[in-house]
T-cell receptor
Framework: AQTVTQSQPEMSVQEAETVTLSCTYD???????LFWYKQPPSRQMILVIR??????QNATENRFSVNFQKAAKSFSLKISDSQLGDTAMYFC??????????FGDGTTLTVKP | GAGVSQSPSNKVTEKGKDVELRCDPI?????LYWYRQSLGQGLEFLIY????????KSGLPSDRFSAERTGGSVSTLTIQRTQQEDSAVYLC??????????????FGPGTRLTVL
């Protein structure tokens, strides 16, 4: 079975500071993609960042970056210079077999002014 | 362009009634997904369509749940004889090509189902 674990149900950070959300996963597949999705309080989910397992270089999208440790099956998300609009629920997910994504239970992040 | 849309946005029904939830994917997206999200929880995969066929129905929780997709576009998720445990937000997503593992999924706003 493929699983995704997000061990931090809730986190908070002060505006302009940096926060890291953790994610671990388990799969026997060798080729897969990892994703972080963001679900703001309005509830429409959007993609934050993605990483292909074969790529060693960590993905970066502006203030968002990942720390991908394939051997440890760890995929953490770092948000730099946190903004109030970053307040949301963040989901870690991965795709292995075509068409099926496995999601974690999410981390609720609150950015405080 | 238009994103993924879902209707209704909210549905309240009585236990034992049937409900239909609709999803309109982004035009040109061949892959369509249904998920269930209970309050404050993660996403539970229900079913995936590539075109009009569903190669993976493994997530449907019981035979009361069914889904179809017609014309490679609109999809309907039907729940028969609803139970209180079916109460959740049902999310639909589409992607350009489900066969590509790296494709981003675009999500709709969801349908909040409440079974009384």
């Amino acid at each position: 079975a493929q699983t995704v674990t997000q061990s931090q149900p809730e986190m908070s950070v002060q505006e302009a500071e940096t926060v890291t959300l953790s994610c671990t996963y388990d799969t026997s597949e060798s080729n897969y993609y990892l994703f972080w999705y963001k679900q703001p309080p309005s509830r429409q989910m959007i993609l934050v960042i993605r990483q292909e397992a074969y790529k060693q270089q960590n993905a970066t999208e502006n203030r968002f970056s990942v720390n991908f440790q394939k051997a440890a099956k760890s995929f953490s998300l770092k948000i730099s210079d946190s903004q109030l609009g970053d307040t949301a629920m963040y989901f870690c997910a991965f795709n292995t077999n075509a068409g099926k994504s496995t999601f974690g239970d999410g981390t609720t992040l609150t950015v405080k002014p | 362009g238009a994103g993924v849309s879902q209707s209704p946005s909210n549905k309240v029904t009585e236990k034992g009634k049937d409900v239909e939830l609709r999803c309109d994917p982004i035009s040109g997206h061949t892959a369509l997904y249904w998920y269930r999200q209970s309050l404050g929880q993660g996403l539970e995969f229900l079913i995936y369509f590539q075109g009009n066929s569903a190669p993976d129905k493994s997530g449907l929780p019981s035979d009361r749940f069914s889904a179809e997709r017609t014309g490679g576009s609109v999809s309907t998720l039907t729940i028969q004889r609803t139970q209180q445990e079916d109460s959740a937000v049902y999310l639909c997503a589409s992607s350009l090509n489900g066969a590509s593992r790296g494709n981003e999924q675009f999500f709709g706003p969801g349908t909040r189902l409440t079974v009384l």
